[in-house]
């Protein structure tokens, strides 16, 4: 009788058991959370520059700034840097950056002109630890930052100060976000690429949208505004600053922080956990009766 019963049920119950332990593992949030914390701790490390998405600037000699609120009410206000951050910036720049984009950020034959880009620009693409880069012939990948918050924002200073124009660094006040017209915007003009959990998907050629989970707000906007290798940049006339403060906080409430009324998020993938987490508890269960239903026959 017990060798039946461990023939007949307990092997597919272990089996079921286990493939169910593997799916919870790969679909757990818990990991995404952790690499998220990771992520804003490093963005906010040493207390210098921007923190994560509080939008405060350090105590800078000869930097004073009251960013909380926008001269135009629409929640985001675009900084200039402090010509302090220009001299580190050039050192910095020199060491880690020259060697592809040329001392003076013209660009060379391993390289893209960085000039006139913005400070906005360079700071989305070194915060964000997508540069430097190693592999120049891959789409560079969201990685843990090389510099901390306060060299990222002087590399950026000294890149601005070659050239006007372009991307400048912003800060974002989210306290009057219209979140329900951020998911509406966002539903237009990003879910094709991103998807409507903010997972990122695959392009074409190799190429893919990033996850957006661990996106500061700070970032999200400068990646809007600079559009950032495939992405295409939305100026003003194509999305205002305060569609893209809505935006931005919806990305940072109901993508970064989802509210789970069923309980377990599955690792805010969508509909892709919830078909497997549907097919383990089905299919297995359906096998299990099966066995049963062969056993009685």
């Given at each position: 009788m017990r060798s039946l019963f461990r023939g007949r049920f307990l092997v597919p119950a272990l089996l079921l058991v286990s493939?169910?332990?593997?799916?919870?593992?790969?679909?757990?949030?818990?990991?995404?959370?952790?690499?998220?914390?990771t992520s804003t701790a490093n963005t906010g490390s040493s207390g210098a520059g921007l923190k994560a998405n509080s939008g405060q600037f350090p105590e800078t000699p000869g930097f004073s700034s009251s960013p909380n609120q926008s001269?135009?009410?629409?929640?985001?206000?675009?900084?200039?840097?402090?010509?302090s951050?220009?001299?580190?910036?050039?050192?910095?720049?020199?060491?880690?950056?020259?060697?592809?984009?040329?001392?003076?950020?013209?660009?060379?034959?391993?390289?893209p002109n960085l000039q006139s880009l913005g400070a906005g620009t360079v700071d989305f693409w070194v915060s964000t630890g997508r540069m430097p880069l190693a592999n120049s012939s891959i789409q560079a990948a969201r990685k843990q930052p090389r510099?901390?918050?306060?060299q990222s924002l002087e590399i950026s200073a000294y890149v601005q100060s070659l050239a006007p124009g372009g991307v400048k660094v912003p800060v974002v006040n989210l306290s009057n976000a219209n979140v329900g017209n951020g998911?509406?915007?966002?539903?237009?003009?990003?879910?094709?690429?991103?998807?409507?959990?903010?997972a990122g998907d695959a392009l074409?050629?190799?190429?893919?949208?990033?996850?957006?989970h661990y996106a500061t707000t700070r970032?999200?906007?400068e990646a809007v505004r600079s559009g950032p290798g495939n992405m295409p940049h939305f100026g003003p006339g194509n999305i205002s600053n305060a569609e893209v403060r809505?935006?931005?906080?919806?990305?940072?409430?109901?993508?970064?922080?989802?509210?789970?009324?069923?309980?377990?998020?599955?690792?805010?993938i969508g509909p892709v956990g919830e078909g497997f987490v549907g097919l383990l508890i089905g299919v297995g269960a359906l096998m299990l009766v099966c066995f049963w239903i062969g056993d009685r026959t």
């Open positions: 493939v169910g332990l593997f799916g919870l593992l790969v679909f757990s949030p818990s990991a995404s959370s952790a690499t998220s914390a001269p135009s009410g629409d929640g985001i206000y675009n900084v200039s840097l402090p010509q951050f220009i001299a580190p910036g050039q050192a910095l720049f020199a060491a880690n950056c020259a060697s592809c984009h040329g001392g003076d950020a013209a660009g060379t034959d391993r390289a510099f901390n918050n306060l998911f509406r915007l966002f539903t237009l003009n990003c879910a094709a690429c991103h998807t409507i959990t903010g074409a050629d190799g190429a893919y949208a990033p996850s957006l970032q999200i906007v809505d935006i931005t906080a919806y990305v940072h409430s109901y993508i970064q922080h989802p509210i789970n009324r069923g309980g377990f998020g599955l690792g805010g």
